[in-house]
């Protein structure tokens, strides 16, 4: 059974950091794409990272330069490292798997809160 456990979400002020977590069993993250999506209320959900493998990334321009997506294979957990927050990234942050991107199987975590203040 193929389960993920976001955690690290919170409370923070404009401009300061958070680090979410991704633990993964019954799946090695390594040999899947593992990505970060969030969703904010009344919006569609976003795709806003992913790690291929363990290896490549890629980002959505909104977190660009900003959001930093990272990979523990020891731990079979992935991250997401979150500098200089804005109030718009305010969202709950939900972790996805997947075998490849032509994959209709999708697994997903319970998603995380991260509040951003003013």
């Known amino acids: 059974q193929v389960q993920l456990v976001e955690s690290g979400g919170g409370l923070v002020q404009t401009g300061g950091s958070l680090r979410l977590s991704c633990a993964g069993s019954?799946?090695?993250?390594?040999?899947?794409?593992i990505a970060w999506y969030r969703q904010a209320p009344g919006k569609p959900r976003e795709l806003i990272a992913d790690?291929?493998?363990?290896?490549?990334?890629n980002y959505a321009d909104s977190v660009k330069g900003r959001f930093t997506i990272s990979s523990d294979n020891a731990k079979n957990s992935v991250y997401l490292q979150m500098n200089s927050l804005k109030p718009e990234d305010t969202a709950v942050y939900l972790c996805?798997?997947?075998?490849?991107?032509?994959?209709?199987?999708?697994?997903w975590g319970q998603g995380t809160q991260v509040t951003v203040s003013t």
């Open positions: 019954g799946i090695i993250f390594s040999d899947n794409i």
């Open positions: 996805n798997a997947r075998h490849n991107y032509f994959s209709r199987t999708h697994y």
């Open positions: 790690i291929i493998g363990g290896g490549r990334t």
